[in-house]
């Protein structure tokens, strides 16, 4: 008899502890296999993601880059001389625009959006807007797990509305075109300059330091109006305050910039360095800033002749040296000033047109499609 017998109970003590033992061996081994297979498909989504996310922001408001133009050491330090000098009455212009002022809400957001799943870090709250404005403003701030060093610098989230539709076609065939530049405008001079060039019938091109009143908005709708090119010179014209860094050339560039398209409803897309591309103040940040800017679609021009007159040159002085040195190249590109210290450069500007003339020059306003003059 079996059922019953010492053996039965033995068998069935047996048979209880195997499956107290078995059971849970069993059930351990099955939930470590899933944890695994858990783990691999996370490790591979937060891989997958960062990758896409990286190129994302590579991508993103990515312009074509001019790099850097050539030297010309021979001319550099002149010409930054004549900028400093001559520009120390433009340097009173207040800081206007704040630094945040327009990001556009769907630029603000869809920046967010793209850095959101980049980090596989835990984000506090993606959807305050404030956290967003801070994580796109700094986005290198945050730490990053794969340690790589592709990530663009801060400066190049500042501004989201600060870019300019970059030429890509050639350029225009310019030759025995001069262009006349009139820089730290505008002025009380700004309306005599242009009853000139409307007499003589021929174009310019001013780069202006904007002031935040209504007098200066007026007189670059004007000149806007009459079809003259605008390009941005400088908010505040102060070198240590501009060069310092590429943040500090854009806080400045974008204050002008605001005020211009403010006041004639069109983006500037050119500018020139307040004392030229290649200065003294320049030298540690010259490189990255063009940079910045070429990414972001602008074009600059420096000169090729200097009228000399910040100088306090005379009548003759001016006439001589202009039409000398524009009459030796085939492009010439002629500083002059538009500020309330320079009325010689108003009283021989039309003789000095009707010499180039003579001389068989036509008569442009800069824009990106004229190659661009660089020192
Ligand atoms: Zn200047």
Redo the contacts with the bound molecule.
Sequence with gaps: MYFGSVRFFKHLILTVIALLIITPTVLCIVLVGDNIKKADEISRLTSASQESSYSDSENSGALPQDGSSGENSSQESSDSNT?NS??ST?STSEQSGSSDIESSPEQTSSASESQTPATSEPQPDSSDPAQSQTDQSDPQSRPDSSGTSTEAPDYTALYPDLYADKYDGEYINDDNTVYLTF??GPSVLTENIMYYLKQEGVTATF?V?PEDTEFCRSLLKKIHDAGYSIGI??SS?DYDKIYGSVTDFLDDFYAAYKIVYEATGERPSIY?F??GSVNDWNTDTREAIIKEMSRRGFEYFDWNVDSNDWQGYGWTQLYNNVTSDACELSTPVILF?DTGARENTVLVLEDIIAALKANGYSFGSLSQKAEPVHF
Excluded: C, I, N
Aim: aromatic share 6%.
């Design positions: 900028e001559s520009d433009a820089d730290d780069f330091v010179h400088s014209h020139r307040p004392g000033h």
